[in-house]
């Protein structure tokens, strides 16, 4: 696959295949994203893979976090609009449920990966996030989807930081920055053929002479 037709090809994963994914497969693409850019070559990343029994039960914890901080109605309803009249409302359109399931609880479930992968970084609670943890993200999921391998860089779990640091054992010393869900697609699934638009050129480029 050529690298245009990848970065132009590439999209969020939100329905998986229950196979596993070979160890092979995600040590190949550890060695391709290991070559990601990153500022005096500091390499700051860390990656723990979580897979199996182990993942199910973050998974399942999630979402008993999640069932027991329910949101209220108004905040749905509030986040329901948002989506529906923004750049997502096609997505959740081909997912035939709500924003809500599709988005909170979907990314609670952790799409239903076979594998998550948990990006960390050296340094204290409320340390910065180093420049070059995106940059070795977006690299993984380039590489993800030129391997055919499916990945969403989640949000939602990363609101559950002490549950990301029990399921994925990350030592104190080191801070989660990143949560990817990894897997085989599911062509049959009409989530996935949702690709996010993006601006124009134009509207956000400025030419300086």
């Not at 008993?64 to 209220?72: F, G, K």
């Not at 409302?89 to 809500?100: D, I, T």
């Not at 990301?164 to 869900?181: F, L, T």
Request: contains cysteine.
């Amino acid at each position: 696959m050529e690298l245009i037709e990848a970065i132009k090809g590439r999209r969020s994963i939100r329905a998986f295949k229950p196979e596993p994914v070979p160890r092979e497969a995600i040590a190949t693409l550890l060695e391709i994203a290991r070559w990601a850019p990153s500022g005096s070559n500091s390499q700051p990343w860390r990656v723990t893979v979580v897979q199996g029994e182990r993942l199910e039960a973050w998974r399942q914890a999630l979402l008993a976090r999640l069932a027991e901080n329910p949101w209220d109605e108004a905040r749905r309803r509030a986040f329901e609009v948002r989506v529906r009249t923004g750049s997502l409302a096609e997505l959740v359109a081909l997912a035939g449920r709500s924003a809500y399931e599709t988005l909170v609880e979907g990314s609670n479930r952790l799409y239903d990966a076979p594998v998550a992968l948990v990006i960390s970084f050296r340094g204290e609670e409320g340390a910065r996030v180093p420049d070059a943890i995106p940059a070795f993200v977006t690299t993984l999921m380039l590489a993800a989807h030129g391997l055919g391998l499916g990945t969403c860089w989640l949000g939602f779990v990363m609101g559950e930081r002490d549950l990301i640091r029990e399921y994925a054992k990350i030592p104190a010393d080191e801070q989660p920055a990143a949560v990817i869900a990894l897997g085989y697609p599911d062509p049959a699934a009409p989530v996935n053929r949702f690709r996010s638009p993006r601006e124009p050129v134009e509207a956000f480029t400025r030419w300086v002479e």
